[in-house]
């Protein structure tokens, strides 16, 4: 599965550049924050940090550091929401709600063992999501989809209401990341 149609997808809703009060990211351009960018060679002004090291960045750190890639194989959209959890939300906190929602899946380890929830994706990982989808099939990529999806709201809930200030982000987290 090529990335680069879910990159375009992030950097077309992240937009240009960003920098809002209300934002611990700081600056941000194409949804790449100035952090990130200086951790890869950037040094110019983040007004002008340029489209195609954005993409470079979330190919490499957001698609295939995390083995999004690996799971894109066996469920090609899971891997895209994947993807796009990781980049609002981190990897590791992406590849732990795959894994956590195999864990609660597997039918008390009947269907495959439990999996640690190291949030990596790893060979163990990979088998757990290929026993899975063996058991249940093709729609099993759409109830890991709804498992998925159902942490990350949580995620978002609890984000607002620990810090009041990222209440001016969950109306559109929710509008634009869920679903």
Not at 130 to 159: I, P
Not at 169 to 176: E, K, T
């Amino acid at each position: 599965m090529d990335p680069i149609p879910l990159i375009d997808e992030v950097i077309a809703r992240e937009g240009g550049y960003s920098h809002h009060p209300a934002d611990k990211g700081g600056p941000t351009r194409w949804g790449v924050t100035e952090a990130v960018a200086r951790s890869h060679g950037y040094r110019g002004d983040m007004k002008a940090f340029p489209r195609e090291e954005a993409v470079a960045i979330y190919r490499r750190l957001y698609w295939l550091r995390p083995g999004f890639d690996r799971i894109a194989i066996h469920a090609p959209r899971l891997a895209a929401e994947l993807f796009d959890t990781g980049v609002n939300m981190g990897p590791p906190i992406a590849a732990g709600f795959l894994q956590r929602a195999l864990n609660a899946l597997n039918r008390g380890a009947s269907d495959f063992p439990d999996i640690p929830v190291d949030r990596r994706i790893g060979d163990r990982t990979v088998a757990a999501l290929e026993a899975f989808l063996a058991t249940r099939g093709r729609a099993g990529e759409d109830v890991l989809l709804k498992a998925v999806e159902a942490l990350q709201g949580e995620r978002y809930l609890s984000l607002a209401e620990s810090r009041p200030a990222n209440e001016a982000f969950l109306y559109g987290w929710l509008a634009n990341r869920l679903g």
